[in-house]
């Protein structure tokens, strides 16, 4: 599942999310899974508000973080990518 | 036909059976909870034998039938838990062992074949109560934990005999196949809550290590430990993120027990009781 850069990611109304010390863990009564999230998956979700794009919320990770497993516009793309296989996000068009 | 009655918190069941299958009964399912008791009961199962089958009725239905009663038994625990689990709300059940060290709980959790079993005989046997090797009762609104101790199963382990009493007796199923009535261990009260010190996650290893667990790791792991976890919907994840940030999480390996000389046992007690491990 392949995402564009203008892609505007929005979280689904219906997905809880809880603040953990390191990370966020969220509740999709739909499907009925639980997501547990490391730090940058959580800042990365906390930004899919249906305003920034792709490419801004890559901006937004390289200005926040300083070192990186990935190269941050892999990292980003494919944790948007798992949220939209995972039904917890939409595109915001 | 005889009866007993299963006590635990808010529930009382009857099981009743064949005086013939007696000895099988009053051996391998939740010993420690059976009373001598012929009514009152909230549900009530029924063994019966038919030709060369067992049959498990409830409210007068047939809901399983096997040739082997120790499969009645199985089937008969996991009802049990079904009931349980419907008469406490406000509890769920991991699938852990339980100890209870100076009045605090704590939890062993990890699959079958990972050292339940083997780590709360072990450690029963340096002087801490047995609270069950499968299951932990936790109460959702004050994070402790009620004992619901099933009869512990010996499979292929009947060396960790080493670890019980003289006077417990093994009850003999097949040659490799033993229950033991959690009644010779050490008592500890079935009624009484107990806070949780800690709960470790267990994996088989050469050597003792142990590491705390971050709040993330911890719901990445537990969800498979939790019996029917999604009953509890939207409730759900405000208890996974009380239980992370209520009660400490540790991944422990361990050894096999029988294979610690006595410096590693004071090691691994000091690990498990200390503040910072």
């Given at each position: 599942?392949?995402?564009?850069?203008?892609?505007?990611?929005?979280?689904?109304?219906?997905?809880?999310?809880?603040?953990?010390?390191?990370?966020?863990?969220?509740?999709?009564?739909?499907?009925?899974?639980?997501?547990?999230?490391?730090?940058?998956?959580?800042?990365?979700?906390?930004?899919?508000?249906?305003?920034?794009?792709?490419?801004?919320?890559?901006?937004?990770?390289?200005?926040?973080?300083?070192?990186?497993?990935?190269?941050?516009?892999?990292?980003?793309?494919?944790?948007?990518?798992?949220?939209?296989?995972?039904?917890?996000?939409?595109?915001?068009? | 036909?005889?009866?007993?009655?299963l006590w635990t918190?808010?529930?009382?069941?009857?099981?009743?059976?064949?005086?013939?299958?007696?000895?099988?009964?009053?051996?391998?399912?939740?010993?420690?909870?059976?009373?001598?008791?012929?009514?009152?009961?909230?549900?009530?199962?029924?063994?019966?034998?038919?030709?060369?089958?067992?049959?498990?009725?409830?409210?007068?239905?047939?809901?399983?039938?096997?040739?082997?009663?120790?499969?009645?038994?199985?089937?008969?625990?996991s009802r049990i838990?079904?009931?349980?689990?419907?008469?406490?709300?406000?509890?769920?059940?991991?699938?852990?062992?339980?100890?209870?060290?100076?009045?605090?709980?704590?939890?062993?959790?990890?699959?079958?074949?990972?050292?339940?079993?083997?780590?709360?005989?072990?450690?029963?046997?340096?002087?801490?109560?047995?609270?069950?090797?499968?299951?932990?009762?936790?109460?959702?609104?004050?994070?402790?934990?009620?004992?619901?101790?099933r009869n512990v199963?010996?499979?292929?382990?009947?060396?960790?005999?080493?670890?019980?009493?003289?006077?417990?007796?093994?009850?003999?199923?097949?040659?490799?196949?033993?229950?033991?009535?959690?009644?010779?261990?050490?008592?500890?009260?079935?009624?009484?809550?107990?806070?949780?010190?800690?709960?470790?996650?267990?994996?088989?290893?050469?050597?003792?290590?142990?590491?705390?667990?971050?709040?993330?790791?911890?719901?990445?792991?537990?969800?498979?430990?939790?019996?029917?976890?999604?009953?509890?919907?939207?409730?759900?994840?405000?208890?996974?993120?009380?239980?992370?940030?209520?009660?400490?999480?540790?991944?422990?390996?361990?050894?096999?027990?029988?294979?610690?000389?006595?410096?590693?046992?004071?090691?691994?007690?000091?690990?498990?009781?200390?503040?910072?491990?």
């Amino acid at each position: 599942m392949k995402i564009s850069a203008n892609f505007r990611p929005k979280k689904k109304k219906v997905i809880l999310e809880k603040e953990l010390e390191d990370g966020m863990v969220l509740y999709d009564p739909e499907s009925e899974k639980i997501y547990s999230l490391n730090n940058t998956a959580a800042y990365i979700w906390t930004l899919c508000d249906g305003e920034k794009t792709l490419h801004k919320i890559i901006d937004f990770i390289r200005k926040d973080f300083d070192e990186f497993e990935d190269a941050p516009e892999k990292l980003v793309a494919s944790t948007l990518e798992h949220f939209l296989k995972e039904g917890l996000i939409e595109n915001n068009k | 036909m005889r009866t007993l009655c299963l006590w635990t918190e808010k529930l009382k069941i009857g099981i009743q059976f064949p005086d013939e299958i007696r000895d099988t009964i009053e051996n391998t399912i939740f010993s420690s909870h059976l009373r001598q008791q012929s009514n009152g009961f909230n549900k009530k199962y029924i063994i019966q034998k038919e030709k060369e089958k067992y049959l498990l009725i409830k409210e007068n239905k047939i809901i399983n039938r096997n040739r082997k009663l120790h499969n009645i038994v199985y089937s008969l625990e996991s009802r049990i838990i079904e009931d349980i689990l419907k008469a406490n709300r406000n509890k769920l059940i991991l699938h852990s062992a339980c100890v209870i060290f100076q009045d605090s709980a704590y939890l062993f959790i990890g699959n079958s074949g990972t050292g339940k079993t083997t780590i709360s005989l072990f450690l029963t046997s340096q002087g801490w109560e047995f609270a069950g090797d499968e299951f932990a009762l936790l109460n959702i609104e004050n994070y402790q934990v009620t004992p619901l101790i099933r009869n512990v199963i010996l499979k292929n382990e009947l060396e960790l005999e080493k670890f019980l009493p003289h006077n417990c007796n093994k009850y003999k199923i097949s040659e490799d196949l033993a229950f033991i009535n959690p009644n010779c261990l050490k008592k500890i009260s079935k009624i009484k809550s107990y806070p949780i010190s800690k709960a470790f996650f267990l994996t088989k290893n050469r050597t003792i290590s142990i590491r705390k667990m971050s709040q993330t790791e911890v719901i990445q792991n537990i969800l498979p430990f939790i019996y029917n976890p999604y009953r509890l919907r939207k409730k759900l994840l405000n208890i996974l993120e009380n239980l992370v940030k209520t009660i400490r999480f540790y991944h422990l390996k361990i050894k096999h027990p029988l294979n610690l000389n006595k410096a590693e046992t004071i090691y691994l007690i000091e690990k498990l009781t200390g503040d910072h491990p």
